[in-house]
């Protein structure tokens, strides 16, 4: 098998790299947007409602077959305040309840955290392969009359880092920004509980 054979795997590799990070981006994407008006709707409600007798009533109702995590979460707390739980011992229950839930705003994260980190060292590797097969040729005699030949393989090798850095940072401005709305999630989640915490 020829470095340039190995050279354009790793580039093919590189490519299926590419389309598996563009699917998580715009699954989350989907996500983040779906997830966050869902958590506004339930903050909005729980603020509206706040001084209602029938809260909590209200909230199971209104919110118990929503997958959102702000809508699990609200309906943990509520469940657990209808129980009798001092309210130190709701604290720590709703503190569980939102260790529990966080898990469930972030996954899939971690494919673009790995392609960040995987994709400048597959186009090294395959510069590597490229440059390698370049002089391979050369050494045995097939360009040595021919040295645009040489330049023309050496070329196209730098093509993987160039590749394979366009691939990280197109992951890394998604991750932040995915990052950030993680951020924005667990935020709500914890003033939605807080606020149903301290209208109990």
């Known amino acids: 098998m020829s470095f340039n054979l190995i050279h354009d795997l790793v580039m093919y590799f590189m490519i299926g790299v590419l389309l598996l990070a563009t699917y998580v981006i715009i699954e989350r994407l989907i996500f983040f947007a779906v997830t966050l008006r869902e958590g506004k709707n339930v903050e909005n409600f729980v603020h509206s409602h706040l001084h209602d007798k029938k809260l909590h009533s209200q909230i199971i109702d209104t919110f118990q077959t929503q997958t959102s995590p702000q809508a699990q979460a609200i309906c943990a707390v509520v469940k657990a305040t209808e129980e009798q739980h001092t309210n130190e011992q709701l604290e720590f229950i709703v503190q569980s309840i939102y260790v529990a839930k966080k898990p469930l705003v972030g996954p899939r994260l971690w494919i673009l955290d790995t392609i960040i980190t995987m994709s400048p ?39 993987a880092t160039g590749f394979g850095i366009f691939i990280a940072l197109y992951a890394m401005m998604f991750f932040n920004y995915f990052n950030n709305k993680v951020e924005q999630i667990n935020n709500q989640m914890k003033l939605i509980s807080l606020t149903v915490l301290g209208a109990r």
């Open 121 to 159: 060292l597959l186009g090294l590797l395959g510069t590597i392969l490229g440059i390698i097969d370049a002089f391979h040729s050369l050494a045995s005699g097939n360009a040595a009359a021919d040295p645009a030949a040489v330049s023309r393989g050496i070329g196209t090798a730098l093509y």
